[in-house]
């Protein structure tokens, strides 16, 4: 799967973000380990630990590696999976899909569309009301600012 191209009818905040680019040493100084095993190895943070699965401020979270914008605090609800979930990203640009085959199961891997950082999954399970989809997504993996 891969987001759909800007054909010029989209707002301008919907465009995608000029690509980051670093080498993975790059990457090594600038995170923190943790940061580092899930957005570059990706890695998986424990269950119900992170910064931002319980958190209900009005704001914006984004990428953790690149800054680029990824969700909205009002597409955040409680799935009860202990990481933060959205119904849907910021904008249709703002993530990539990936098949995963990881760990004998079939998922959809999300990435940030400007850095290639791995964030999470998305699954079906979601709020039937917002179209069904789950984005479980890793609190390290993210940055938030509050309204």
Same mark, same amino acid.
């Given at each position: 799967m @891969?987001?759909?191209?800007?054909?010029? @009818?989209?707002?301008?905040?919907?465009?995608?973000?000029e690509?980051?680019?670093? @080498?993975?040493?790059e990457?090594?100084?600038?995170?923190?380990?943790?940061?580092?095993h899930v957005?570059?190895e990706?890695?998986?943070?424990?269950?119900?630990t992170?910064?931002?699965y319980?958190? !209900?401020?009005?704001?914006?979270y984004h990428?953790?590696?690149?800054n680029?914008?990824?969700?909205k605090?009002?597409a955040?609800?409680?799935?009860?999976c202990?990481w933060?979930s959205?119904?849907?990203?910021?904008?249709p640009?703002?993530?990539?899909? !990936?098949?995963?085959l990881g760990?004998g199961?079939?998922?959809?891997?999300v990435?940030?569309?400007?850095?290639?950082?791995?964030?999470? !999954?998305?699954?079906?399970?979601?709020?039937r009301? !917002?179209g069904?989809?789950?984005?479980?997504?890793? @609190?390290v993996?993210?940055g938030f600012?509050?309204?």
């Open positions: @891969s987001t759909q191209p800007n054909n010029g @009818s989209e707002s301008a905040a919907a465009k995608p973000a690509r980051v680019v670093k @080498s993975e040493a990457w090594r100084a600038q995170l923190s380990p943790e940061q580092y957005l570059r990706k890695g998986t943070e424990r269950a119900f992170g910064a931002f319980d958190n !209900h401020e009005d704001g914006l990428c953790g590696a690149c680029a914008p990824l969700f605090s009002d955040k609800f409680d799935s009860g202990g933060p959205f119904w849907e990203p910021a904008t640009n703002a993530v990539q899909y !990936h098949e995963d760990y199961m079939r998922r959809v891997e990435t940030c569309s400007t850095c290639g950082s791995h964030l999470g !999954h998305v699954f079906p399970d979601g709020p009301e !917002h069904g989809q789950r984005y479980c997504i890793n @609190s993996s993210l600012d509050a309204k």
